[in-house]
């Protein structure tokens, strides 16, 4: 089935480490983004990509950083540079960059900085 | 800065009562609209969206939304929920014109509905 893998599902981190979360979809899609959910915040848009080996900054990269060296992955790694990790991820994807494409989404990573 | 709102963080509802859901957003350009869903364990999955054209447009489940630009205003109906209604609603609205394929999402409304 065609869809957007994220893993793993869960994570526990150590403070001062770094994490990387999968994103992988086979839906063809050019463009990816990485969001970040927080109870009464909605999502926040971390990074997003509209083509292989290219990717823009979204509302709250500090602290983030991101790939894109294939079509269908699109990695996030959490630094320990970010301040406040516990949330959850979601990855998402669309056809491509332009106005009027639905984004669909990953079932998300949970993780928690302990 | 462009911005999402959904006043209504927490709506309880019986079973067959009717369902509104307010989202205003603040851009005065051309938008694209949409409503998600997220139940309970699951994946965002998108419900409805508003393009262009009708601006009553009608999603999965029984669900719609009606786009009064006058108003800046994307609210989601549907005339009669179920138990199984029973999720996260986000509103989310995309800038039409800009370069960027982002997104700007609301807060998420939870509904609840009481068998």
């Known amino acids: 089935d065609g869809g957007i893998t994220q893993s793993p599902k869960y994570l526990f981190r150590k403070e001062g480490q770094n994490v990387t979360l999968s994103c992988e979809q086979n839906l063809n899609h050019d463009a990816m983004y990485w969001y970040r959910q927080d109870p009464g915040q909605g999502l926040r848009l971390i990074y997003y990509?509209?083509?292989?080996?290219?990717?823009q900054k979204g509302d709250i990269a500090e602290g983030y950083s991101v790939s894109r060296e294939k079509k269908e992955s699109f990695p996030l790694t959490v630094t320990s540079a970010q301040k406040n990790p516990t949330a959850f991820y979601l990855c998402a994807s669309s056809i491509s960059g332009l106005s009027g494409n639905t984004i669909y989404f990953g079932e998300g990573s949970w993780l928690t900085v302990v | 800065a462009q911005s999402v709102s959904q006043h209504n963080h927490h709506v309880i509802l019986s079973e067959a009562a009717s369902l509104e859901l307010g989202c205003n957003y603040s851009y005065g350009g051309t938008v694209n609209l949409f409503w998600y869903v997220q139940y309970p364990g699951q994946h965002l999955q998108l419900l409805l969206k508003y393009f262009s054209g009708d601006p009553l447009v009608k999603g999965i489940k029984g669900f719609e939304a009606e786009f009064i630009k006058s108003k800046f205003s994307f609210n989601l109906r549907k005339p009669s929920v179920q138990w199984s209604d029973t999720a996260e609603y986000f509103c989310?609205?995309?800038?039409?014109?800009?370069?960027?394929?982002?997104?700007?999402f609301g807060t998420g409304t939870r509904l609840t509905v009481i068998p």
């Open positions: 990509s509209q083509i292989v080996n290219d990717f």
């Open positions: 989310a609205v995309k800038l039409g014109q800009t370069g960027a394929n982002n997104l700007f």
